[in-house]
């Protein structure tokens, strides 16, 4: 059964950069059959996809998070990771890495992992 | 973007009562919605898909319904376990979109 852990560091001061990882258990992410996703959840604003990424390394991102984001895989260690430049206040959340199948229209995400609260402030 | 809209925010139901959660969206997602299980500090559960297909594991008390825009997550008699926060994700179109979700507490 996969699973999913998120880890990094829970405080980021504003204009700096968010970087987390997702490490992978009990499959691998070397495979065609699913995207790498991140998730994030805001107190107020509620749940927003941040992007994906496939084991080719192509990407996909949310068009309202704009260029922000970089998601990058390491095959090596079975990770993923999520970078997100000029951070502010509003990147305030709990952070989820998810995973999605490629099969068209079964891009329910499953499983997730328990996700990791990341506040900005100096 | 398809916008999902969760209603009522908050659902205060008795032990065994009978609750019933709505999510709509902007446009026709055809069956195209799973519906989700969240509980503070915990992973969030897939609880259906394809708007009633129960996920692995998942009790038959849980039952969803609806097409096109309009769907309903419906708990049949509810267990101490089930006061949850629930939500809803469309996957008819990328960007995957949430409903902002209905908390389900104890009356």
């Known amino acids: 059964q996969v699973q999913l852990q998120e880890s990094g560091p829970g405080l980021v001061k504003p204009s700096q950069t968010l970087s987390l990882t997702c490490s992978v258990s009990g499959g691998s992410i070397n495979t065609s059959d699913f995207y790498w996703n991140w998730i994030r959840q805001h107190p107020v604003k509620g749940l927003e996809w941040v992007g994906y990424i496939y084991k080719s390394g192509d990407t996909y991102y949310n068009p309202s998070i704009k260029s922000r984001p970089t998601i990058s895989l390491d095959m090596s260690k079975n990770q993923f990771s999520l970078t997100l430049t000029s951070v502010t206040a509003a990147d305030t959340a709990v952070y989820y890495c998810?995973?999605?199948?490629?099969?068209?229209?079964?891009?329910?995400?499953?499983?997730w992992g328990q996700g990791t609260q990341v506040t900005v402030s100096s | 973007e398809i916008v999902m809209t969760q209603s009522p925010a908050i659902l205060s139901v008795s032990p065994g009562e009978r609750a019933t959660l709505s999510c709509r969206a902007s446009q026709n997602i055809f069956s195209n919605i799973a519906w989700f299980q969240q509980k503070p500090g915990q992973a969030p559960r897939l609880l259906l898909y394809g708007a009633s297909n129960r996920a692995s594991g998942i009790p038959a008390r849980f039952s969803g319904s609806g097409s096109g825009t309009d769907f309903t997550l419906s708990i049949s008699s509810l267990q101490s376990e089930d006061f949850a926060f629930y939500f809803c994700?469309?996957?008819?179109?990328?960007?995957?979109?949430f409903g902002g979700g209905t908390k389900v507490d104890i009356k």
């Open positions: 994700q469309q996957y008819n179109n990328w960007p995957l979109t």
């Open positions: 998810a995973r999605v199948a490629r099969i068209a229209r079964k891009w329910w995400f499953d499983p």
